[in-house]
């Protein structure tokens, strides 16, 4: 096995490869020279600087190319489309920067509330300013939560525990346990939150000028998710016009490509906006976790077939909301079994969604089944007189 690191891997998770007995390549490849070469690779794990198109995803479907990984919450930069056309599986490595993107959160927040990097740029340039830059505090304020996924429950622990904020939220598929009280509606959270954190991610608007509207004047947004989730022409208005009290942001819908590549975006003229250069997982705790998830995740698939961490597929058969059934066969551990009980259900017309089997005891397994349809009695008895079967249950 062989895996192209394009984008390079922190060495923790290189070390991780190592000891599955996977090959690791770090040579970065422009996208003529990955194009002309992903087929010798069996993964291809890239971050944010690689764009996995359509073209490379066939190429290395041709070849031995079998999983995708974005070391990383976004794969945005992965056709992930074109990769399940092909048969390739796409993961991401969304717990390592947990931790760092909620801690920034919070850093924003406090930031733009109380003006620290307006008092950090002046005393920087000799002017010591004061009474200008008066804030606010967090403790007893609500805050609202849009998207509250594992970095949404994160700031949320943080803010309550840390700075006794009453958190609410909204989300498509609430999580009770989370601890957050949630709202039937985001237009409720806008309405009634301080602050705002945004947690969604994708392309789509989440917050445009009808939602704005609905904020109180002294609330702010932090935002940590993507730049497109706010409408940005309308934040722009609602921020110099005083609509707004203020927002802090590390994402945006433009960003450089590279280091030292110039910055252009008009928030940049307002004083009421608090920016960061997309750091939410600039950590090197964050790059150390993210590295070690990707390798253990993307290992497992190569060598157990294990779906943890899938964008494309369901990690488990739950996650596809079919009715399933169950069968449990004691067998001797000898060739030719499996190749029997899968003629037996199909020639029953019975779809095996997948199979699961151990070794319970030498020269013995066994082997669970997980069916789309139940099976009769008469398929029962049929199973049962395969040679090397030792029991059927269900």
């Not at 609410?168 to 957050?180: L, M, Q, R, V, Y």
């Not at 399933?324 to 030719?336: A, M, N, Q």
């Not at 259900?345 to 669970?368: C, E, F, K």
């Amino acid at each position: 096995m062989k895996v192209l690191l394009n984008d390079g891997l922190e060495k923790d998770g290189i070390a991780i490869f190592q000891q599955a007995g996977i090959e690791t390549d770090n040579k970065k490849r422009d996208p003529a020279q990955l194009l002309a070469e992903i087929g010798q690779f069996d993964a291809l794990v890239v971050r944010s600087a690689t764009k996995v198109t359509k073209e490379i995803i066939e190429a290395g479907a041709k070849g031995k190319l079998k999983i995708i990984g974005r070391a990383g919450v976004g794969f945005d930069n992965i056709d992930a489309a074109a990769a399940s056309a092909n048969g390739i599986v796409v993961k991401i490595a969304p717990f390592g920067s947990t931790n760092a993107v909620a801690e920034l959160a919070l850093c924003l927040m406090l930031a733009v509330s109380r003006n620290t990097p307006q008092a950090h740029h002046s005393l920087k340039n000799g002017v010591w300013i004061k009474k200008k830059l008066q804030g606010r505090e967090l403790n007893g304020k609500t805050l609202g939560l849009i998207g509250c996924g594992r970095i949404g429950q994160k700031v949320a622990h943080i803010a309550d525990h840390g700075f006794n904020m009453d958190v609410i939220g909204f989300d498509i598929k609430p999580c009770p346990e989370s601890g957050i009280k949630f709202l039937a509606t985001k237009e409720e959270v806008l309405q009634k939150a301080d602050y705002i954190s945004v947690h969604t991610g994708g392309k789509d608007i989440i917050i445009g000028a009808k939602e704005l509207a609905l904020m109180k004047p002294t609330a702010y947004i932090i935002n940590t998710s993507r730049g497109n989730n706010i409408d940005q022409a309308a934040l722009y208005t609602a921020l110099k016009e005083g609509k707004l009290a203020g927002y802090a942001t590390d994402v945006y819908k433009e960003e450089p490509k590279a280091e030292n590549d110039p910055f252009n975006d008009k928030l940049k003229e307002l004083d009421n906006v608090v920016m960061s250069s997309h750091l939410g997982a600039s950590t090197v705790e964050a790059q150390r976790e993210t590295s070690t998830e990707m390798a253990r995740v993307l290992s497992s698939y190569l060598l157990g077939g294990d779906f943890t961490n899938a964008v494309n597929a369901g990690e488990s058969i739950e996650v596809e909301e079919k009715e399933i059934f169950t069968l449990f066969i004691h067998h001797k551990d000898v060739p030719g079994v499996f190749a029997n009980i899968d003629k037996v259900l199909a020639d029953s017309n019975i779809n095996i969604r997948a199979n699961y089997s151990r070794q319970i005891n030498t020269g013995y397994a066994i082997s669970v089944y997980v069916l789309h349809q139940t099976v009769s009695a008469d398929i029962v008895s049929k199973l049962q007189a395969i040679p090397n079967v030792c029991s059927i249950k269900f």
